[in-house]
C-alpha cells in the first residue's frame, strides 16, 4: 500500500513539473515590438526588430513627447552642448580651488561645495547629452534599416495581444507564434490552457 502511495506521489510531481515545463518562458529580448504606423485613416500595426525601432513611439496615453521626435532629441541636444562641455571643466576648477585654498578651512569647504556641484552638473548635462546623442544615432542608423523595407516611423505602441489580434486579422503577414508573441496573455496551440474556440472569440 506504501509503495502505491509513494509511486502515485511520485507520478503527480513527474506532471506538475512537465506542466510547469510546458508553460512559455518570455524571451530576454522580444524579436519584435510593435506600433501603428503612417498616415493612413485605416489603422496599420508594423512589426519592428530592435534595429528598426529607433527613437520608438509614443505610448497610447502619450500625445506629443519630444523624447520620440528627431527634431526634439536635437533641439535637446543642442540646447545642452554647452553646459555638457563648462560641466567637466568646472570640477578642475574645483579641485584647483579646494587645494589653493588649504588650509583656509571656511575656502576648502566653499571649493569642495564647488566640487561636488560641478560633479552633479556633470552627471545631469554631460550625461543626459550623451544619452540624446546616442538616441539621435540610433534613430538615424533605423531610418537607413526602414526606408529600403517601407517601414514607417512608429508612431504609436501597442501591446502583444493588440498586435497579435490585427495579424491574425490580417494573416500572411507575420506568422502567429509564441517567439513572435512573447506577452501575449492568450494561450498558442500546444501550450496549457488552449482552447481553439478561444480564437474565434479573440
Same mark, same amino acid.
Given at each position: ?13 513527474? /506532471? ?90 571656511? /575656502? ?51 501591446? /502583444? /495581444? ?41
Amino acid at each position: 500500500m506504501a509503495a502505491e502511495e509513494t509511486k502515485a506521489a511520485t507520478t503527480s510531481l513527474t /506532471d506538475r513539473k512537465l506542466v510547469t515545463t510546458d508553460k512559455p518562458k518570455h524571451p530576454a529580448l522580444p524579436k519584435y515590438r510593435y506600433a501603428t504606423g503612417g498616415w493612413s485613416k485605416e489603422t496599420v500595426i508594423y512589426a519592428y526588430t530592435a534595429e528598426e525601432w529607433g527613437l520608438g513611439s509614443h505610448s497610447a496615453r502619450e500625445s506629443g513627447n519630444t523624447a520620440n521626435s528627431l527634431i526634439g532629441q536635437s533641439v535637446v541636444a543642442t540646447i545642452m552642448t554647452f553646459p555638457a562641455i563648462v560641466a567637466p571643466l568646472s570640477i578642475l576648477v574645483g579641485i584647483y580651488a579646494t587645494i589653493s585654498s588649504f588650509p583656509d578651512l571656511g /575656502d576648502v569647504g566653499m571649493g569642495l561645495i564647488w566640487f561636488v556641484g560641478s560633479i552633479v552638473c556633470t552627471v545631469l548635462f554631460t550625461g543626459g547629452w550623451l544619452v540624446s546623442v546616442h538616441a539621435i544615432r540610433s534613430e538615424l542608423r533605423a531610418r537607413k534599416i526602414r526606408k529600403p523595407k517601407g517601414l514607417p516611423k512608429p508612431l504609436y505602441a501597442v501591446t /502583444d /495581444d493588440q498586435a497579435r489580434r490585427w495579424f491574425e486579422e490580417h494573416p500572411g503577414t507575420l506568422e502567429i507564434t509564441r517567439e513572435n508573441f512573447p506577452y501575449s496573455t492568450r494561450p498558442f496551440p500546444g501550450e496549457p490552457d488552449y482552447l481553439p474556440s478561444q480564437e474565434k472569440r479573440a
